[in-house]
C-alpha cells in the first residue's frame, strides 16, 4: 500500500505549503502530487515554485501558471505584475513545461489528475454542477490527451475551486482536494487529500481518499506579505483567516 499526498492552489503561501507537507510526512505519505496554482496571490511564489520542484513528484499546470508564465500576455493589474516578476526566469520555464493531466493506476482504478477540468485549465467546474459536467471529467479532450493517450478513469481528483468535497455517482468518483495555501470553503484551515492504495495494482484492492484540513501559523503569512509589500495584502488577509473569497468581503462586513 502506498500512501498519495495530493495537493493545490498554494498560491504562494510559503507557512501553508510548509505545514502541509510537514503534516503529509507525519502521516507517512510516500509521495506528493501537485495539481496546479502554485504561485500568484501570495507572497513568496518562487520559494513555493523551488519547494514544489524538490518535494513533488509530479505537477500539473494550473491557470495561474498558464498566465503568470506567458512573456507575451500583457499584465495592467498591479497585483499579477508584482507577481510576475516575483518569480524567476526558471520558474517560469518549469511552469511552461507541465504537463495538463496525469494518470496512475491504484488498487485496480485508474485516477486522473487535472486542475480544474478537461476542457481547459481556465474551465471551471464548481460543486454544485450538472450531470454533463461531472461525465466531463471522465471523457478523453485534447487536455487530457496532449501528452500521449489517457486511459477512461475510475475517479478524478482536480483543484482550483479551493473548496474540498467528493461525489460518487454509477461508481465514479469525483473529488477536489481544495486548497493548500488559500482555502475559500469558509473553513481557514488547509485542505489536501490523501489516497491509499496499492500503485500499479490492475487488479481491485483496498482503497480509500481522506481530507486533511491543517491550522497554521497565518499571522506569520501575512507579517510576511506586509513585509514584501504585497499589493492587496489586505484583501489575502481576510481570505487567509476567514476562508471567505474576497469578492464576498464588503457585503459580509469583513476586513
Request: hydrophobic share 40%; net charge negative.
Amino acid at each position: 500500500m502506498v500512501r498519495i499526498a495530493v495537493v493545490s492552489d498554494v498560491h504562494g503561501n510559503l507557512t501553508a505549503y510548509r505545514a502541509v507537507l510537514e503534516d503529509a510526512d507525519r502521516r507517512g505519505a510516500d509521495l506528493v502530487l501537485n495539481l496546479g496554482d502554485v504561485a500568484g496571490k501570495g507572497p513568496r511564489g518562487s520559494e513555493c515554485v523551488a519547494l514544489t520542484r524538490q518535494r513533488c513528484a509530479t505537477t500539473v499546470m494550473g491557470n495561474w501558471e498558464v498566465v503568470l508564465s506567458d512573456p507575451a500576455r500583457r499584465m495592467v493589474h498591479p497585483g499579477m505584475q508584482w507577481w510576475r516578476a516575483e518569480l524567476t526566469d526558471d520558474d517560469r520555464a518549469w511552469m511552461r513545461s507541465l504537463p495538463l493531466s496525469h494518470h496512475l493506476l491504484l488498487s485496480g482504478r485508474r485516477v486522473r489528475f487535472v486542475h480544474a477540468s478537461t476542457d481547459s485549465v481556465f474551465t471551471r467546474v464548481w460543486r454544485h454542477h450538472s450531470q454533463e459536467e461531472f461525465d466531463s471529467f471522465f471523457e478523453s479532450t485534447p487536455l487530457t490527451e496532449r501528452d500521449g493517450p489517457s486511459p477512461a478513469p475510475d475517479v478524478v481528483v482536480y483543484g482550483d475551486l479551493h473548496h474540498a468535497y467528493a461525489e460518487v455517482v454509477d461508481g465514479r468518483t469525483l473529488i477536489n482536494c481544495g486548497s493548500a495555501g488559500n482555502p475559500l470553503d469558509e473553513d481557514p484551515q488547509l485542505s489536501y487529500l490523501l489516497l491509499e492504495g496499492e500503485l500499479d495494482a490492475a487488479e481491485p484492492a483496498p482503497f480509500a481518499y481522506q481530507f486533511v484540513r491543517v491550522p497554521y501559523d497565518v499571522d506569520a503569512e501575512v507579517a510576511a506579505a506586509r513585509e514584501l509589500a504585497m499589493p492587496l495584502t489586505a484583501e489575502y488577509e481576510v481570505e487567509l483567516r476567514t476562508g471567505v473569497y474576497r469578492s464576498l468581503h464588503a457585503e459580509r462586513g469583513l476586513r
